[in-house]
């Protein structure tokens, strides 16, 4: 360990540390708490059954924003009484190795009102039930709370994460793009 | 007193952002988040090199015919920057980031030097040669800072921002930050504790696979190659930032510049081998 007559920083040795908090993942909200920290004020939100055609699919993937990761997206109607306050909606990227969820809250003019990441997790989940994976990770230390610039926050990871997100993003604004037209 | 913990996280400057913070009413810790993000997307308004509004792009485009006005905080940053390329002897230098320019109408591409960044006062800026500058290495950290200062306004008892590795925290007791190894990512190295103090880190794991160039060294043209991470502490993240650059390429002869400006390198295992090769 070094000592430095700084106070301000000095190194630990590591220890292991011991937590209840769920080992590969962070949660920043969930998707109820994102729609109402988002669109406070909102009575309902209601949910927009969506599936994209094949075709749709396509065509918006020609018009150079990547692929969707999935056909359904999920897409709610925030709404104070009758009236439309915008749209809430929640998509999955991958990042470098993990997948991240993150909702885009849209106006109703179609402009952004909103981006918040709801989790980020290492792996999908199924890759933790395999032991052999999971190996890998014997010597990790699994608290969130007090490990900053574990998860998400390692240089090249970030880069790729943020890059992947805004590209979604651009998706789903040339999807709405088509529908509100 | 300290009840509740916010936590939340955005892509922004072409990273993930993350802002925590701890207080009574949660609510009040909601408002001073989401304040501190919004100084986060400024910055990125400001000095994006892609974004074509943003007040580098149009200095790219315009400040070698004539001096333009920016925003206060996009000069602060061109005047820090300068400063330690002064310091450095050019080892620092805003205008050799990037080693292709934008092509722009009448500008052709020119080797100058900070030395062609004229700094007039009132926030104006002009360039003595048509060059090319890219806040990169240093905005990010500028960012944080701004966030921070934005947190403290709101006096948030214990509050830590991250952009991508490039953090700062604030608050009575110190906080445990982990740094990565550079060759194996998924395995901690080093924790520190941090008190009141910024970090950032360069390094090269995950870049050798990439097009991007990573840390070019401005004298000779260089990628920097090493298989290591570099980081360094400071009181502002912005500082830590810049630093890493220079010590990353001249470990030995950054110590006259870390003590300038009173940050201190962190050791970890794969820097060793700098250690060894300046004795």
Not at chain 1, 57 to 67: D, V, Y
Not at chain 2, 39 to 58: A, G, H, P, T
């Amino acid at each position: 360990m070094k000592m430095t007559d700084k106070a301000w920083f000095w190194l630990t040795p590591p220890a292991i540390i011991i937590s209840a908090n769920a080992a590969y993942a962070v949660q920043y909200f969930s998707v109820e708490e994102a729609q109402k920290f988002i669109f406070q004020g909102a009575t309902t939100f209601e949910k927009w059954e969506f599936h994209l055609s094949t075709e749709a699919i396509n065509k918006i993937e020609a018009l150079g924003a990547g692929r969707f990761e999935s056909t359904q997206l999920s897409i709610w109607k925030a709404k104070y009484n009758n009236e439309l306050l915008g749209y809430f909606i929640v998509d999955e990227v991958y990042g470098k190795h993990e997948l991240i969820t993150y909702a885009l809250a849209i106006n109703p003019d179609g402009s952004v009102k909103q981006v918040e990441i709801l989790e980020y997790r290492e792996t999908r989940g199924d890759e933790i039930r395999d032991l052999a994976w999971r190996k890998q990770f014997v010597n990790k230390k699994a608290d969130n709370d007090l490990k900053l610039g574990k998860d998400i926050l390692n240089i090249s990871g970030a880069t790729i994460s943020c890059k992947h997100i805004t590209e979604g993003i651009k998706r789903i604004l040339i999807l709405f793009d088509q529908i509100l037209k | 007193m300290s009840n509740f913990t916010v936590r939340r996280a955005k892509p922004i400057l072409g990273t993930i952002v993350e802002i925590g913070a701890v207080g009574a009413n949660q609510e009040y810790l909601q408002l001073a988040v989401s304040q501190a993000f919004e100084s986060i997307y400024r910055v990125e308004k400001l000095m994006s090199y892609f974004d074509q509004n943003s007040d580098v792009s149009c200095l790219n485009h315009r400040a070698w015919l004539q001096p333009l006005q920016v925003h206060a905080w996009t000069y602060a940053v061109i005047e820090f920057a300068k400063q330690l390329s002064s310091l450095s002897y050019g080892l620092f230098d805003i205008s050799k980031v990037r080693t292709t320019h934008n092509t722009v109408p009448g500008k052709t591409s020119f080797k100058g030097s900070y030395f062609d960044i004229q700094l007039l006062g009132d926030n104006y800026v002009a360039f003595a040669n048509p060059i090319t500058i890219d806040l990169g290495g240093i905005a990010k950290g500028f960012a944080v800072d701004k966030a921070i200062d934005v947190l403290e306004e709101y006096k948030i008892e214990s509050a830590t921002v991250n952009a991508g590795g490039d953090m700062r925290v604030i608050g009575v007791k110190p906080i445990t930050v982990c740094i990565r190894d550079p060759i194996e990512p998924r395995r901690d190295f080093k924790q520190v504790e941090l008190h009141n103090a910024a970090l950032a880190t360069s390094a090269n794991y995950y870049r050798r696979n990439n097009d991007r160039k990573g840390i070019i060294n401005p004298l000779t043209a260089q990628s920097w190659l090493a298989d290591a991470s570099v980081t360094v502490v400071a009181r502002e993240c912005m500082v830590a930032d810049a630093l890493t650059k220079i010590v990353a390429l001249n470990p030995c002869g950054a110590q006259r510049i870390l003590d300038i400006y009173g940050a201190e390198i962190i050791e970890n295992g794969r820097f060793e081998q700098y250690d060894a090769a300046c004795r």
